[in-house]
């Protein structure tokens, strides 16, 4: 197809630990899919110290403006020696205001007999994240919760939005505003009234505790949900482990004209080098990478074949109760996507 001829230019950071591994991964079966891209390698982590004297050189920022895509792999931030997280780093430079979390039980194996089908949208710039922290007191210590109405607007927006264009039905805030009034109060008054301009889709809330054991007792009944920062990775990890864990969960992290596709599991230093980490959920996060690129119709060949591979339960990695290696993963999995030609 002549589409398929375009070449598209793609920051790649491959991280530390198991970072070049798995993102080589994900490489693989990209090109596997037929999309071609040029993928500009550039540094970011505790391995870019030595050599830049920070985790996020500036020529890494740059490369991501230019390309406006970028496949990220796992990041270790140094404890204990200043330096600022690398994900922090990159969502507060380039605006990447919404977290997007998809969780399927189809993706892993599920606790529930249910099948579980939902999509965290987390609001990724502010909140009890912004960092903003001080010691009042001997032994006392303050840490602000910054909540705008512009940041909540803007992730609602993209919620609903999403939820329109993917034909779901549903969209849950996630809140604690019984109890925090201002800060959780503005969030909430802020996603109903992008509510009202959504009529086709179901608008409900959930204050966050009850939402956490809703999450473990009945996952089923959630579609789309919007939460802010702390509530968004809270839940978002909450909702993978119902599915196999992080290893087998993408995620993303979208501006206005930027994105930033991520697996949001560590760097697992213990066994970088040895041939034997998942792949899975880099390999997740370059598909979603594929859809924003406009490749739905090779995106469902790769997740249709990542379903396939798992329901057979071989060649998986020791974290799934496997003995295969990476290697032996990414080939089995290559296999179906050629097999779904």
């Given at each position: 197809?002549a ?19 798995v993102t ?6 990209v090109a596997?899919a037929?999309?071609i891209?040029?993928w ?7 391995g870019?110290?030595e050599?830049?004297?920070?985790t ?15 496949l ?11 330096f ?5 780093g ?14 399927r039980?189809?993706m892993?194996?599920s ?8 999509v ?11 960092g903003m ?29 999403w939820a ?17 009034k ?12 992008v509510?009202i ?9 959930i ?5 956490a054991m ?13 939460l ?29 004209n930027?994105a ?5 599991h560590g760097?697992?230093?213990?066994i970088?080098?040895k041939g034997?980490?998942n ?11 594929l859809r ?11 997740q ?8 057979e ?14 290697d032996e ?7 179906k996507?050629?097999l779904?030609?």
């Amino acid at each position: 197809m002549a589409g398929k001829q375009k070449v598209h230019n793609v920051t790649l950071l491959p991280g530390d630990g198991i970072g070049p591994e798995v993102t080589s991964a994900a490489r693989k079966v990209v090109a596997a899919a037929g999309v071609i891209v040029d993928w500009e390698i550039m540094d970011a982590g505790a391995g870019a110290i030595e050599k830049h004297g920070t985790t996020l050189p500036d020529e890494t920022i740059a490369s991501i403006k230019k390309n406006k895509i970028g496949l990220k792999g796992p990041i270790t931030t140094p404890i204990g020696e200043g330096f600022t997280s690398v994900n922090v780093g990159l969502r507060k430079t380039l605006d990447l205001y919404a977290n997007i979390r998809p969780v399927r039980s189809a993706m892993g194996i599920s606790i529930h007999h249910k099948p579980i089908d939902l999509v965290i949208f987390r609001e990724n710039t502010e909140d009890l994240y912004s960092g903003m922290e001080n010691d009042i007191a001997p032994g006392v210590a303050q840490s602000l919760k910054i909540i705008t109405e512009k940041a909540s607007t803007r992730i609602a927006k993209a919620a609903f939005e999403w939820a329109i264009e993917k034909g779901r039905h549903t969209v849950h805030a996630v809140h604690k505003a019984n109890i925090m009034k201002k800060s959780d109060g503005l969030f909430l008054d802020s996603v109903r009234k992008v509510a009202i301009k959504y009529p086709d889709i179901t608008y409900k809330e959930i204050i966050v505790d009850n939402c956490a054991m809703q999450m473990v007792m009945h996952p089923e009944q959630f579609d789309v949900m919007v939460l802010g920062n702390l509530y968004g990775d809270i839940i978002s990890d909450l909702a993978a482990g119902l599915v196999g864990g992080l290893g087998v969960v993408p995620g993303a992290n979208i501006a206005e004209n930027i994105a930033v596709f991520e697996s949001v599991h560590g760097s697992a230093p213990d066994i970088a080098g040895k041939g034997i980490a998942n792949p899975l959920a880099t390999i997740l996060s370059a598909n979603m990478m594929l859809r924003y690129m406009g490749y739905g119709k090779d995106a469902d060949r790769v997740q249709a074949a990542t379903v396939l591979f798992l329901s057979e339960k071989k060649h998986l990695t020791p974290d799934m109760g496997g003995n295969a290696t990476t290697d032996e993963m990414v080939e089995a999995l290559i296999a179906k996507i050629k097999l779904l030609r």
